[in-house]
């Protein structure tokens, strides 16, 4: 079992910034890629950033200039540092991991809202 806890939400003014963890816990496999995802209500999950194993990054691009993805592998932790942050980043942000099966697992999700 494979346990992701989101934090570091909350709520914040338009142009300021947040720094989300996703911390790992349990029988954690051998991970090919994690990544962000952020969902509004009534609209489907859409990812955010996504790093490989390998470090390679990838960025929506709402996301591309003002997020940041990173990891701390001796903590099994994924960071998303989100700067100039805008009223339309208010969504729910999930972490992800996917295997080297291509099985998926995700976190609960913590709640960003920006707003004055």
């Known amino acids: 079992q494979v346990q992701l806890v989101e934090s570091g939400g909350g709520l914040v003014q338009p142009g300021g910034s947040l720094r989300l963890s996703c911390a790992a816990a349990?029988?954690?496999?051998?991970?090919?890629?994690m990544g962000w995802y952020r969902q509004e209500p009534g609209k489907q999950r859409e990812l955010v950033a996504s790093?490989?194993?390998?470090?390679?990054?990838n960025y929506a691009d709402s996301a591309k200039g003002r997020f940041t993805i990173s990891t701390d592998n001796a903590k099994n932790t994924l960071y998303l540092q989100m700067n100039s942050l805008k009223p339309e980043d208010t969504a729910v942000y999930f972490c992800?991991?996917?295997?080297?099966?291509?099985?998926?697992?995700w976190g609960q999700g913590t709640q960003v809202t920006v707003s004055s």
């Open positions: 790093i490989t194993r390998g470090g390679s990054t």
């Open positions: 349990g029988s954690i496999p051998i991970i090919n890629v």
């Open positions: 992800n991991i996917q295997d080297i099966f291509a099985r998926g697992y």
